[in-house]
């Protein structure tokens, strides 16, 4: 069962910022990853549920990250249905990300107290989201949503929602600007967070610094 409460996994998200998105089909990639993001100070990772048998990844890694890593808190994103949900669950998922507004999803991890974070890309869906449960709701795609513009405009009758964009986020300070100036809750990041080597494989110190880096500018943004 989840080691962390949703409550937990809202504070921890809001205290960070910022939301590592990764996969790999390589348990052991994903095992030197989360330690790259780990070191780097991130307490908030999410696995990405794509590609075949993804859940016996994410098995291996929710042991791995639970024995060495024990404040990091380890989700799932992509998910879209509640049988997929419940698996994950009984995988030791402390939350549950997903594209899209589901109703049984939102029964399924409340029922559990797991926290759910279901994408919207309007002001209806976000009121739905907030009405099945969702402390944090995620905007995806976050720019093709309307970026930072559109989390500035849905706070003015929402104030009290918390908002996650993921995609078209940059760690960069210029755009991360642009996002916390606007309210967001915190930040999902991916592949612009995982620097590679020039033959391909992942440089895991540089994405520890890239990570440590980030998270310094988005407490700065905070003060």
């Known amino acids: 069962m989840a080691n962390f409460t949703r409550i937990q996994v809202a504070q921890t998200m809001k205290e960070t910022g910022i939301v590592p998105v990764f996969y790999d089909a390589d348990p052991e990639v994903c095992k030197k990853v989360i330690e790259a ?17 993804a859940h016996t ?22 998910v879209i249905d509640a049988g997929t949900t419940s698996l994950y669950i009984q995988l030791a998922a402390n939350f549950i990300v997903s594209p899209i507004v ?7 991890c409340n029922r559990r107290k797991i926290a759910w974070m ?47 964009p993921t995609g078209g986020v940059s760690p960069t ?13 915190c930040v999902g990041i991916g592949s612009k967070l995982f620097t590679r ?5 992942f440089d895991y110190p540089a994405i520890s610094e890239k990570i440590e880096s980030s998270l310094k500018i988005v407490q700065s943004l905070k003060k």
């Open 173 to 185: 300070e210029e755009n991360l600007k642009e996002w916390f100036d606007a309210g967001v809750h």
């Open 37 to 53: 993001c780990y070191q780097g100070g991130a307490r908030v990772f999410e696995f990405t549920n794509r590609g075949d048998n």
């Open 102 to 108: 589901n109703a049984e999803m939102a029964r399924t």
């Open 118 to 164: 279901p994408g919207c890309g309007s002001v209806t869906e976000i009121s739905n989201a907030e009405e099945l449960g969702a402390e944090v709701v995620k905007i995806f795609p976050g720019s093709q949503v309307g970026g930072p513009s559109f989390v500035k405009a849905v706070k003015g009758p929402f104030p009290w929602s918390s908002i996650m």
């Open 57 to 78: 990844v994410f098995d291996e890694l929710s042991r791995y990250s639970r024995e060495h890593f024990p404040e990091m808190i380890l989700g799932v994103g992509s």
């Open 197 to 201: 080597k020039q033959d391909g494989s």
